[in-house]
């Protein structure tokens, strides 16, 4: 029996497609027999990460259960951006810089806690059914390595049976390696101490591209720029039905345009949340003219 509850299937709306993975996901634990032989398997899940191994892996298995029935790449995507962010927000989520708080995640308590987590995080699910949109990421070790010295760390405390030289050599080592470990993560994520201005710096990008794109696409039809932000937002409405136009994630309010010439400028008022000031974000285009 597959339960499906209303919350959910409003937040799909008419996405057919993100609604189809998630209930093939569903249907997939069925057609998998995760269900089979329950009580005789029941007693290796008490074991300590076993357990939800096992049960993360079943996860991963019904995510391509779920992908193959909603039969469609953005769909599949979708389904899982709407169990993240709701149907809402779905559409706008940057599923890139999602993937990419693998980096964020990439510490020992973080790592620990997923190895004990029966789902797997959302980002490395995202990861699993599209590897492109991993490409960014390193190759993850710190968080494994830390993890592991902290649970040798907890065993060591709770058997007590180990001599004191035995603890001298083992805390040094332990410092060492996660001083290792945070000198890692400050050279592959500099922004780590302050993840909010760091997602919404990636949210100033993903828009800007987003607006060159709609800029591009008239200009290449029409010849000419937008003339003024009216103007743009009339083109953003026609060439992208449905979709909000972006806005800028530091004061709340649409990115300003201006068009000098053949040029253009898309400005974010910055970290600051003041317009023409010096922590201003800025993306300059020039007009694509297919005559060109």
């Not at 939800?52 to 769909?75: F, I, M, Q, W």
């Not at 960014?136 to 007590?160: C, D, E, H, K, Y």
Request: overall charge negative.
């Amino acid at each position: 029996m597959v339960i499906l509850y209303s919350d959910l299937l409003e937040a799909c709306g008419d996405d057919e497609s993100a609604r189809d993975m998630i209930i093939g996901h569903e249907l997939g634990h069925i057609a998998a027999r995760h269900l089979d032989f329950m009580w005789l398997i029941l007693p290796g899940m008490f074991f300590p990460f076993v357990g939800t191994s096992y049960s993360r892996a079943r996860e991963y298995t019904c995510d391509r259960y779920g992908a193959a029935l909603a039969g469609d790449r953005v769909g599949m995507l979708r389904g899982l951006a709407i169990l993240a962010a709701g149907g809402s927000y779905a559409k706008k989520v940057n599923l890139q810089s999602m993937v990419e708080q693998k980096n964020r995640m990439n510490t020992g308590w973080m790592t620990l806690a997923k190895w004990l987590m029966t789902h797997p995080p959302l980002c490395d699910r995202l990861a699993a059914l599209e590897p492109s949109l991993a490409q960014q990421v390193p190759p993850l070790t710190a968080g494994p390595v830390r993890a592991l010295l902290i649970l040798v760390s907890a065993i060591v405390f709770f058997l007590g049976g180990i001599s004191v030289l035995t603890i001298k050599l083992i805390l040094p080592a332990l410092k060492t390696s996660m001083d290792r470990a945070k000198q890692q993560a400050a050279q592959t994520n500099p922004a780590f101490p302050n993840f909010d201005l760091e997602f919404k710096k990636q949210q100033v990008d993903a828009d800007f591209l987003q607006l060159a794109a709609v800029i591009g696409e008239h200009s290449r039809k029409s010849h000419a720029l937008p003339k003024n932000q009216d103007e743009l937002s009339a083109i953003w409405e026609k060439m992208r039905p449905g979709m909000e136009e972006p806005f800028d994630p530091f004061d709340g309010n649409l990115y300003v345009y201006t068009k000098e010439n053949n040029n253009y400028c898309l400005r974010s008022s910055g970290p600051d949340g003041k317009p023409d000031t010096g922590d201003d974000i800025v993306y300059n285009g020039t007009l694509e003219d297919k005559k060109k």
